[in-house]
């Protein structure tokens, strides 16, 4: 099934005094405030698109939403872990349904079944497949990211494991899976290049219980290493935001060379300059890098680009 999202502008009951008055929605200078940074009174962030202090948003508001029925701590418009940062703007959040906004790399809503070493979508609002059809156990992985969970090749396949997952799993999860990590919270980061088996890139479990952050992504005391699930990974290009890689090579930006023409046939839909590629799959809006719009109503910046759960 799919998830019903509400949308509702920010006010002065919901978010408090952080979105009032001066360097907020209605403050001077408007969505930017008194020259950005230094608005009035403001906590502007980059060019004042963020949502600190009100300070940006769409329409010059952040918008609260509310996933599965509830509004989690990554959508509600405050900065819960005071630094200075705010839901889509704060890389700590990991999508709209995130309900934890610390430094630990948590879903907040649990992403297991309630059994040892079954996995669920690590990303949406509930635990267990009942919502999802996401299917994945941690016993089918032979890094074993999970120490009680010991590797059993004979689940690959079956339904523990599947080879592919659900269209259903693949119209809930899919869309709120970062850039960079499979459906279950293995996630590759830049510190982990060549890094993983073969010399490939490495993955770490971010729901590891000992706290995963984006400091200690090296650190297997603290971020298990893991095997990303090939049947739902959403791989990081070298054109996309991604956990981890808030940036982009300059090519990858439309005009800025193009495929390697006379100036070239950069295109409309991300398609960048010598060696460049899509910032977005089609059909999506980009977002969170200067000159970017923002997401429409309802919409989450999610590893560059606006996602509205349905």
Known sequence: MFFLVSVSACSGDSAGDRFDGTGGISGTGGTAGMGGATGTGGTAASGGTGAVAGAGGVSGGCQVIECAGRVTLCGDCLDNDDDGLVDNDDPECLGPCDNYEGEELLSGVGGETGEQC????????????????????????????????TYDAGKLGGNDCPDTQSQLCEDVCTPLTPNGCDCFGCCTFPEL????????????????????????????????????????????????????????PQDCFPGSGGMGGNGGSAGSGGVGGSGGGERCPDGKQACGLPGDEPCASGGFCLTGCCIIVQ
């Open 193 to 248: 290049a060549g890094m993983g088996p073969s010399g490939g890139d490495g993955y770490v479990y971010i729901g590891s219980e000992s706290g995963c952050t984006f400091d200690t992504v090296t650190d297997t005391s603290f971020c298990q290493a893991c095997t990303p699930a090939a049947s739902c990974l959403n791989t990081c290009q070298r054109c996309e935001i991604c956990l981890g890689k808030p940036t982009i």
């Open 118 to 149: 079954k996995a669920d979508c690590y990303f949406d609002f509930g635990n267990g497949a009942g919502n999802d059809d996401c299917h994945w156990s941690r016993s089918c992985d032979p890094l074993e990211p999970k120490v009680q969970c």
